[in-house]
């Protein structure tokens, strides 16, 4: 899809994750992934299945994390992979909870083993060391889906 064509398409912004209920982690779909990690400095997406038991164990670390963090241009978002399958496919998630940090919308490195609050943080921070180095790549979204009267 070219940019002008996404440009057009229907946009859905980022709500608050309903598996990790805390206003400073957007819930990301397939259609406004890039779009939202596109703008930021340094993010960390925590890929999940709601049932699953470490990813359930990890959350109140992933929230921690979220609520100490006092950086602009930083965010934490999250992934339903049981909801955008295709979306956890594209982006190389093959174990969950997989967290994955991205600086200026471009993958850098990712964990897919327990992280507490503190270490969950710092590889957000570490994505901030990376900026120089990385080129953003804009990458484009496809469009959202109609929602089904």
Known sequence: MSLSAAAKAKKIPPMPDKFVRNDKVMGLIECNFYEYLNELQSAMVMFYNPSCPACQRNRPHYIKAAKNMRRDGHA????????????????????????????????????????????????????????????????VDPPCPEKKK
């Open 76 to 139: 934490y978002a999250a992934v339903d992979c049981t909801q955008e399958v295709e979306l956890c496919k594209r982006e190389g998630v093959t174990r969950l909870p997989t967290f994955q940090l991205y600086t200026k919308g471009t993958y850098v490195s990712h964990r897919d083993f327990p992280l507490d609050y503190i270490r969950i943080g710092d590889f957000l921070e570490a994505g901030a060391t990376l900026k120089e180095k990385i080129i953003q790549k804009d990458q």
